[in-house]
């Protein structure tokens, strides 16, 4: 079975922090695909990364980085300088290979205040 | 490309009382799912289908129905809605190569249920 733990269940920072988002999987899969959501207030799910096991190269996208590291099965996203529009819930999930489903995490409410 | 629609966007219903979430996508995708969101608990699969006419159960089917006669369309059916399914219903969609998904799933905007 795989899961996904989010432990930090609400985040809240000022604009312009730098604020990340912890996320560790378990799988006894060796290959399996990293994923990140963003729900902001409007309800709807947008994809922002997926990240293949076999590929540990750090990712940077403007201000977002994802820093996946599979010694601590840990796969973070960090927001540099938050703006307000950033505010969201924020989700990893997890689909091993041999799975035909996404395992989410319970998910990171980011709030950032002007 | 309209990418995944749901419809309708909010329903209110009576416990017992049926109904048909819509799902369509215009992406050709071989793969669809349903989630439901619910505080706290992140997104959790209800069934999926990974082609015309093949479906499967995911973590929390019960309660709910599937279908697949289109590669476009996948309804989600509660027979006799209970206040437990009182959710936020997502439908996704990606693409699906010999069986396993290869490819990001992408969501609709999502149903908000209320079953009083």
């Known amino acids: 079975a795989q899961k996904v733990t989010q432990a930090q269940t609400e985040i809240s920072v000022v604009e312009k922090e730098d604020v990340t988002l912890d996320c560790v999987y378990e799988?006894?899969?060796?290959?399996?695909?990293l994923f990140w959501y963003k729900q902001p207030p409007s309800g709807e799910l947008v994809f922002l990364i997926r990240r293949n096991s076999f590929d540990e190269q750090n990712e940077i996208s403007g201000r977002y980085s994802w820093n996946f590291q599979k010694s601590t099965s840990s796969f973070n996203f960090t927001i540099t300088a938050s703006q307000v529009v950033d505010s969201a819930v924020y989700f990893c999930a997890l689909r091993p290979s041999s799975a035909r489903q996404l395992t989410f995490g319970s998910g990171t409410q980011l709030t950032v205040l002007p | 490309n309209a990418g995944v629609t749901q419809t309708p966007k909010f329903q209110v219903l009576k416990t017992g009382q049926s109904m048909t979430l819509q799902c369509a996508q215009d992406?050709?995708?071989?793969?669809m799912s349903w989630y439901r969101q619910d505080p706290g608990m992140g997104l959790r699969l209800i069934h999926y289908?990974?082609?015309?006419?093949?479906?499967d159960q995911g973590e929390v089917p019960n309660g709910y129905n599937v279908s697949r006669s289109t590669t476009e369309d996948f309804p989600l059916r509660l027979l006799s809605a209970a206040p437990s399914q009182t959710s936020v219903y997502f439908c996704?969609?990606?693409?699906?190569?010999?069986?396993?998904?290869?490819?990001?799933?992408?969501f609709g905007p999502g149903t908000r249920l209320t079953v009083l």
């Open positions: 996704a969609s990606s693409y699906s190569r010999g069986g396993s998904i290869t490819d990001t799933q992408y």
């Open positions: 992406m050709n995708h071989e793969y």
């Open positions: 289908s990974v082609g015309a006419g093949i479906t």
């Open positions: 799988t006894r899969d060796t290959t399996y695909y």
